[in-house]
């Protein structure tokens, strides 16, 4: 399962919402899961979290490289090199054809009945809150066998972009350039905020403000809104992450990595006017390939201390953390067959941003790759320099370095209670809720306007199991942590564990509050600060006694976003002062466009078929003694005399995509669905920083493999009939 | 297997023997073993890593506490807690009859044929060093049918105590209260070293000058010394470390971690004059017994501010290091059955520092404690500042807090290389030899000094194998460490990675090295300095690079240690001079005798038993279905039906015990061997910094459960008639 992570820190912003509990659990990607933001509230990630940096990569898009916006795409490579002209309204089927998955990854319609394909590791978050410990559905699998069998997740939000509307002259009227920082901070957050509420209360859509290229240019985004969303269908996680941890990230593969859900409206399947027809045949070696998506962010415009700071500090320092967690959960795997199940979604995900983040770091630590980035920083710098308009500029480069020290120095302050337990960030949320509902909108934090009701609602309200045992350990755990990053002297950590060792302290937290309870949060939230102040529950206590300092830190650390904006922002003005207006932005968990071609490679000596099959799947196993990852469920085996082993089930192609793409349609020339995208191979991992088609592959489940198993394997020829319908 | 981590870490001392590469690979403890000292050449662990804070632990001595030097037991104690008065030369039988495993661990003579028992995890680096991909004795066990098949491990060192002399006023002659510290550390460590090669010349019997009571007591033992050591039995691990990960440090349990060497002198069995007998029945409910062995290091005088160090420094850090390393050998493992095997070993380790450092420090990260060792500590100050002869002692305490955050600033500059690749290890003592056998014998640093010759020579010449897949591993993740710790810009760090990534560096100098050959290995030690700077084999040339830096550091953390060494002298001379001399000196990995009695405990309301039986391993096998680490060995299951269940298979006790203390010998009143120490529960992982009888237990195998085994399961007979002839 799992790829494509959001790759996901180094910045102000990300260490705001990630490292710290400041804007964090609805960003817990950062140590927490696969590309699937899981728990990431994504409105607020990707207006938050995901656009500080997006800024235009200039004068360096190549081959196949590029992350484009719909509305901008680049007809001429596309015409040049490819010879191909999309037709009239081919962008706009495309865009409407795709789905986010608010909660992190990418997915498509495929039948005029709302049905929604994406990948089983962006659907795991829901499979897992489905379960229980009578039914495992992520372990092993699930078939609604009509609409009525068909589950209702208990929190997913999925957008459709509908439209894009250029805001930038009325977003950079409201900021002058004698504001201070905190002020322009303020000032943008504010207009940004009135763009978005005007736009909800006109259209009724969900409506967010994206910074594109460093905020050259702000887009408003309006989506249609799907919240009742029901699960279809999803093979057993041993079909979906067949070879486990050992094979992620890595090629060939043989992962039937795919899900389905549906969207309803009124209860009744919604109808999608535009969805993907599926290819007869899939994609063929060599053949032209689109992947719309919303990758979820890239940092190809990062200055070389940038890049130090992330391989020096901020990578190093979140791996540590990824290891905690990794081997905290696999203790708490060890005590139970239930309790691996219930960490099992957890440990997926940490396990594959372990994986992803060690890549990244390897990468960044290869001399010659930053030796290089520092050759074409000093270049460019000296050519400022020696411009008379343009020397002013280079200050900017120092206070990105500036920036990232005071970042560094940041590290250690985390207070990561709200990333690991869900009842606290429940408490944190309604105690941050009751002030900020008696502040003026604009004036809020991002996630508590109004425009974001909905979304917050969802995820506060949410019904999904939690279990005590597990958020017991995390909860001790985190506070553990507190204690060692803060010093168990320290005024805040004695009041975080009121004298008690972090697992007594976690222990009294989670078994005293009633926060397991939805209708006690509806009434908190109810009843505002006047109820915040009043109640004993002991969580809320907790996270009460916490807030001055969180708002501390996520004040600072929004400030220090707005310095890093403004300093990209001038970074990206002297460049394309230098070297003329640049080809596409840095990621945003927006939608975008990539593509390639279908494209085996060689690695050490060794060549990569552009795509598996199904008969490989087999094979892989007997290869590996049908031990631990290596085991195909039952369902294959029974199936595998009836299976056509010939039929491709993954395969590669040169797309320039990244963590969030999961669950990304892969596409032919006639917009036909060919293959879902979901892992991209080792190689790839550095695409954070750069883009490279020597051997970096984006790894698909191919349309033919997928038709085959519901066919042959799942007995599901209802759903094969209804794809492309 | 594994318990009785050598709880090692947190001063000077430890610092330079096992977070830097300074003194380093011998005490890879730290972030390496169980209580087995791996690699740790223990004399000079014993001289340099464990003697530092040896200090007399006054006035708290209570109940069953005590790790007592075996020429100043507390007979008083023992007579009017049990009414036993141990008949003449009892105590020289016990300790004659006890075995020191110099890589870290204790044992005993069980025959007057050399025969020795220790425990399973105390054999399991050479049971790992002898085995091949066609003979995997620790996953399989090993049974020699005949002395001729008895197997030569290839680089053990047993150690039996012979004699105890005083050498105090000797050591204090040569230290004038004048000198300054670092002149003082180079004085102490002369005359340290003229008295061991004295006694080396006269007796021929390995001599190590021992630091007790933090330097109020010098103490030079002699011991014999046997270096022809031969593996004669060990189990399958599925019985010696039944439960696995999970079970580790946890109670009831149902291991049989033991296993038998024989000693050799001019290729015969040694005759051991001094030997336990097998009690026939073993130990009961409520009976007084000792345990005699070579505890490494408590910590039980520490101030407070040296463990807030532990606490919020030291113990976090380590716990980093020893959670990456236990990542990356567990994605070496998933790599193949072979890998599996080469790594299981260092898995083991690791594993179980992992979990004894966590318990560590869950107990330092309750309140309650610390705030109970503050009011001590504060108590006494008092009491010293309104004393007019003693108030000057006072600023011991500051001196300790100020070494403390002086170590803090340290943690981060680790070179840890030579911790992680064995063959770095040897060419970084090659190249110190080099250097180091051209001063006089004072000088030296401690492990190169004549009397330290011969066990430095084991280990640099042994010819076990060294696996190029699990040292490159471990290498570039070692050189990657660097890198993040140091920063990618770090000249040292450029010097370290030739402008490669660290796993091209790792792969460049693996591949490269000539010192995998035993032979290249002595002709570099013969040529000397001149062969050392011709050669051109990269890793003597890295090591060679890195010498400068690592002596820096090694010279500053040895003016630390006698600082710190000269701080607790005083903290130990005051606390005498207020409150009367004490009861036993702090760990130091030389020989001690514990005692308590067999005793079960409550927690949590339940109620845990003295002892557990074989058929309860076969219920805790079913309770767990069998799966993962419950699974007994093939052999267990076919001699069910012929086994008497009721045979005790483990027991509890609540004698002081702590790492390096596996292995060691319970014996009852007439030295009758009736167990062996192989763990502690969770709850005794604080040993280190007290002790308590509450609920903290010592875990044994019972001897009647090892006989049972060997005659029914092993069909061992022969062995089961030596015992105790």
């Not at 409506?207 to 702000?218: E, R």
């Not at 120095?409 to 900020?436: F, H, K, N, P």
Request: proline share 4%.
């Amino acid at each position: 399962m799992t790829k494509q992570r959001i790759p996901h820190f180094a910045t102000t912003e990300e260490q705001l919402c990630c490292a710290d509990s400041s804007s964090r659990a609805r960003c817990r990607i950062a140590i927490g899961k696969s590309l699937t933001l899981p728990s990431c509230r994504a409105s607020f990630f990707a207006q938050t979290c995901c656009v500080v940096l997006t800024l235009l990569v200039v004068s360096t898009a190549t081959a196949d490289e590029g992350m484009w916006l719909f509305d901008d795409l680049p007809l001429d490579v596309l015409e040049t090199q490819y010879g191909f002209e999309p037709p009239r309204d081919w962008e706009r089927h495309v865009m409407l054809s795709s789905v986010r998955f608010n909660s992190g990854g990418s997915a498509s319609f495929v039948s005029s009945s709302g049905l929604v394909l994406t990948n089983h590791h962006v659907a795991a978050d829901t499979l897992h809150k489905l379960s229980t410990p009578e039914h495992n559905y992520l372990e092993d699998g699930f078939l609604a066998k009509s609409r009525g069998a068909e589950a209702k997740a208990p929190d997913l939000e999925l957008n459709q972009l509908v439209s894009i509307e250029d805001v930038t002259q009325r977003v950079n009227a409201a900021v002058t350039g004698e504001m201070p920082t905190a002020e322009a901070y303020r000032a943008r957050r504010a207009v940004m905020a009135r763009i978005e509420k005007e736009s909800l209360d006109k259209t009724g859509l969900r409506s967010d403000v994206v910074t594109l290229f460093g905020g050259a240019i702000y887009h408003l985004y309006r989506y249609k809104k799907y919240t009742d969303v029901r699960l279809v269908w999803a093979p057993e996680s041993k079909a979906a992450f067949f070879g486990g941890d050992a094979d992620n990230f890595e090629y060939p593969r043989y992962c039937l990595d795919v899900a389905f859900f549906r969207v309803y409206e009124n209860d009744k399947p919604a109808s999608s006017e535009h969805f993907l027809k599926f290819s007869k045949d899939g994609a063929q070696d060599g053949e032209l390939v689109f992947v719309s998506g919303n990758p979820g962010r890239t940092q190809r415009i990062f200055t070389v201390a940038a890049l130090e700071y992330l391989r020096d500090k901020r990578l190093p320092w979140v791996l540590n953390l990824v290891r905690r967690l990794e081997i905290l959960l696999q203790q708490f795997s060890f005590e139970g067959d239930e309790q691996k199940r219930r960490a099992r979604d957890d440990l997926f995900g940490i396990q594959n941003s372990r994986k992803a983040y060690t890549g990244m770091l390897q990468g960044l630590q290869d001399p010659a790759f930053l030796e290089a980035k520092r050759e074409q920083e000093e270049k460019l710098l000296e050519q400022l320099a020696a411009h008379p308009r343009l020397s002013k500029y280079t200050d900017a480069w120092q206070t990105i370095a500036e920036v990232q020290a005071k970042q560094a120095e940041r590290l250690g302050q985390s207070v990561a209670l709200s990333r690991r337990s869900r009842l606290y960030r429940i408490a944190l949320d309604l105690v941050l809720m009751a002030t900020e509902d008696q502040k003026p909108q604009d004036d809020r934090l991002r996630e508590f306007r109004e425009s974001a009701r909905e979304s917050l609602e969802q995820q506060l309200f949410s019904p999904a199991p939690i279990y005590d045992d597990l958020e017991m350990t995390k909860l001790a755990d985190a506070l553990a942590l507190l204690a060692e990053l803060r010093g168990g002297n320290d005024a805040l950590v004695r009041t975080a564990l009121a004298g008690k060792s972090p697992r007594q302290r976690a222990a009294e937290l989670i078994q005293g509050t009633q926060l397991k309870d939805v209708e006690f949060r509806r009434r908190l939230a109810q009843g505002g600060l006047e109820e915040i102040n009043k109640t004993t529950d002991p969580m809320i206590r907790l996270a009460r006694s916490l807030e001055d300092d969180y708002r501390g830190r996520r004040d600072v650390a929004e400030e220090l976003q707005e310095l890093e904006r403004q300093a990209y922002a001038r970074i990206m003005e002297a460049t394309v002062a230098l070297e003329g207006t640049g080809s596409y932005p840095d990621a945003t968990f927006t939608l975008r466009l990539a593509f390639g071609t279908v494209k085996g490679y060689v690695e050490n000596g060794q060549t990569m078929p552009p795509w598996t099959t199904l008969g490989g799947a087999f094979e892989h196993e007997s290869t590996h003694s049908a031990k631990g990852d290596w085991q195909l469920p039952r369902s294959w085996l029974e199936a595998k005399a009836a299976l056509d082993l010939s039929t491709p089930l993954n395969f590669v192609c040169t797309a320039d995509i990244i963590g969030g793409n999961s669950g990304s349609p892969v596409m032919n020339r006639d917009a036909e669905f060919v293959g879902v995208i979901f892992d991209g191979n080792i190689q790839s991992l550095t695409a954070d920083y750069f883009y490279s088609d020597t051997i970096s592959r984006a790894i698909a489940v191919h349309s033919s493999g997928i038709r085959e198993a519901l066919r042959t394997i799942y007995d599901a020829p209802h759903l094969v009939d209804e794809l492309g319908r």
